[in-house]
């Protein structure tokens, strides 16, 4: 869905009206630092992106979608359309099966696997991507994975053959600058729907992707609060728990749809 969302044209896209209210927003994230993310909307082409990421960080204040948007209804004074409105669903938790996300996932079919494997690598780029600019090279390679994953689901003709994909060709600079832990998962991600389609032996089999995706979410969550908040460390602990139980509630609510 994010992928998605960020190749919208500027023109195209209503904003929330986010920066006519920065003191409020601010006080609402007073947890936070803003030292790398604009309140939107502004002249830079990673606006989209921008609102995004501060209306998932706003959905971890409240406890349900409703609660958020009679907040934004009341103090933002935004009227918000259909597309808005699913963002904000999408931000939060769905409800789901009261068992742990490791069983879960081997529960899952391997078409769920993928789509869910996909929409946490995008939440977890949300959180942390070192590559912050429009377009990311680790966005774009997510976005790439699924587009490699559908078509390898496509049948072919019986004379037709697939044309093989060079998986290297899309990896990024970052690749070969030692990225974060929690980035590789996207590069295992992408060579694993490049052999799919390639028929190629895989490295490793979806369920343990999955769950490696749900991990690097997590690594990304303790990145974000280590170099934009400005807690305590005891504060930045109870901070993180929180997230991590908001996040993996995230997680199994993907996997229950």
């Known amino acids: 869905m994010i992928y998605s969302l960020l190749r919208i044209p500027l023109n195209e896209w209503q904003f929330f009206g986010f920066s006519q209210h920065k003191q409020l927003i601010r006080e609402r994230l007073n947890w936070m630092s803003f030292d790398y993310l604009s309140i939107p909307p502004h002249k830079h082409v990673w606006a989209i992106r921008d609102e995004i990421c501060l209306l998932l960080l706003l959905s971890t204040n409240y406890s349900t979608k409703d609660e958020l948007i009679k907040w934004i209804r009341t103090h933002i004074n935004a009227k918000l359309n259909t597309r808005q409105l699913a ?59 699924r587009e490699i994953y559908e078509n390898s689901l496509k049948p072919i003709g019986i004379n037709e053959q697939k044309e093989k994909i060079d998986a290297s060709q899309h990896f990024g600079k970052y690749y070969y600058l030692n990225p974060p832990i929690e980035m590789f998962i996207v590069y295992r991600v992408y060579e694993h729907c490049t052999k799919l389609h390639n028929n190629e032996p895989l490295t490793f089999d979806i369920k343990t992707l999955s769950l490696q995706a749900y991990h690097g979410l997590l690594r990304a969550v303790v990145y974000f609060l280590k170099y934009h908040t400005r807690l305590s460390e005891r504060a930045l602990e109870q901070k993180y728990l929180s997230l991590q139980s908001l996040e993996t509630q995230w997680c199994k609510g993907r996997l229950s749809q």
């Open 87 to 145: 963002l904000i669903e999408w931000a939060f938790p769905l409800k789901h099966k009261n068992e742990s996300l490791e069983k879960l996932i081997q529960q899952a079919t391997e078409q769920q696997l993928f789509y869910f494997t996909f929409e946490v690598l995008e939440r977890l780029l949300l959180w942390d991507d070192p590559e912050y600019s429009w377009f990311s090279s680790y966005f774009s390679l997510v976005g790439k994975s």
